[in-house]
């Protein structure tokens, strides 16, 4: 069974330019989630989708950050315009079943300067 | 007050110990608990799920649940090298957001 697929690996862009990243799940999952996990912490969600519908993005920063699901296979991950602070790995997860945990991708790895 | 916390460590164990990682969480109606593996540099991997109280034991890795105390935790027996890792502990809520909340995760560090 192919993994999580995520691109890139490495971004570095400077602020309040725009990047975007891109996750294709496991092949049938229908939940597909976006998780921001800043340095020496745990992943904090940013975002899930059932299907190509949104279930949860209450901590999604809406004014910078956007995220889209088509066909409920792949999503992308937006984010315009980069702070200092969006400096993390962005981990895109999917699951067949929330009750039974996820499998995460690789995760890009973003750092603005 | 954390919804999952973790005591952040470093938790040094001698090789061939029993590591034991805690967790507590504050939603008593949480239902589904997972500890996930995360390597240096490398993305979480879930290595134990535990859904009732008790023992649910899987090769050297033991997940422990007691809803009434809202605790999990996670032995290793016979500690290796490889297990050197940052241990996230994850929680499940029973509602139909079903996304789940992770602690800050335990460093634990296997020494020859």
């Known amino acids: 069974e192919a993994g999580v697929a995520q691109s890139p690996r490495y971004k570095i862009i400077e602020k309040r330019q725009s990047v975007a990243f891109w996750c294709n799940p496991i092949?049938?999952?229908?939940?597909l989630y976006w998780y921001q996990q800043i340095l020496g912490q745990g992943p904090k969600l940013l975002i899930q989708?059932?299907?190509?519908?949104?279930?949860?993005d209450s901590q999604l920063p809406k004014d910078r950050f956007s995220a889209e699901r088509l066909k409920g296979v792949d999503s992308t991950l937006k984010i315009q315009p980069a702070k200092l602070e969006d400096s993390a790995v962005y981990l895109c997860?999917?699951?067949?079943?929330?009750?039974?945990?996820?499998?995460f991708g690789s995760g890009t790895r973003l750092t603005v300067v | 007050q954390k919804e999952v916390e973790q005591n952040s460590g470093p938790l040094s164990v001698p090789e061939g110990a029993i590591a034991s990682l805690n967790c507590t969480y504050s939603d008593r109606g949480s239902q589904s608990f997972f500890w996930y593996r995360q390597y240096s540099g490398k993305s979480p991997e879930l290595i134990m799920s535990i859904y009732s109280n008790g023992d649910k034991e899987d090769g050297r890795f033991t997940a422990q649940l007691n809803k009434a105390s809202q605790y999990v935790s996670l032995l290793i027996r016979d500690s290796q090298p490889s297990d050197s890792a940052t241990y996230l502990c994850a929680v499940k809520k029973d509602s139909s957001a079903s996304k789940i909340i992770f602690g800050s995760g335990t460093r634990l560090s296997i020494r020859p």
């Open positions: 989708f059932q299907n190509n519908g949104v279930v949860d």
């Open positions: 997860a999917s699951t067949p079943d929330p009750s039974t945990g996820y499998t």
């Open positions: 092949s049938g999952h229908a939940t």
